[in-house]
């Protein structure tokens, strides 16, 4: 079966920079969507960056946009998250995700439009 494996997490103070990598294994079917996520204590979890893989076009929230970059090495089948200019309102566990669904998606960046999730790496912002 597939799994999504995180890692890179750690702590960093404002202003560092940090980049997460999600490896894609097992038996993974095609994903059209994919994405990042991430949930603070006590918060639900938010969508920070997707990714349609028939074109390429990807989708970022509001709070990261100019900060994070999605990008994917498909050869590898693994997905990265640099995060720079990092906020500590940006700490929080950050999850992968994937979708093998090809359908119109009401949204890009909400969690119940995507069925594959990692376990999540903790990034933690003083």
């Known amino acids: 079966h597939v799994q999504l494996v995180e890692s890179g997490g750690g702590s960093v103070q404002a202003g560092g920079s940090l980049r997460l990598s999600c490896d894609v294994t097992?038996?993974?079917?095609?994903?059209?969507?994919m994405a990042w996520f991430r949930q603070a204590p006590g918060r639900e979890r938010e969508g920070v960056a997707s990714m349609y893989s028939g074109g390429g076009s990807l989708y970022y929230d509001d709070s990261v946009k100019g900060r994070f970059t999605f990008s994917r090495n498909y050869a590898t089948n693994t997905l990265y998250l640099q995060m720079n200019s990092l906020q500590p309102e940006d700490t929080a566990m950050y999850y992968c995700?994937?979708?093998?669904?090809?359908?119109?998606?009401?949204?890009?960046?909400?969690?119940?439009?995507?069925?594959?999730w990692g376990q999540g790496t903790q990034v933690t912002v003083s």
């Open positions: 995700a994937g979708d093998s669904q090809q359908k119109v998606r009401r949204s890009w960046l909400a969690a119940y439009e995507y069925g594959d």
């Open positions: 097992g038996r993974s079917p095609h994903y059209y969507a």
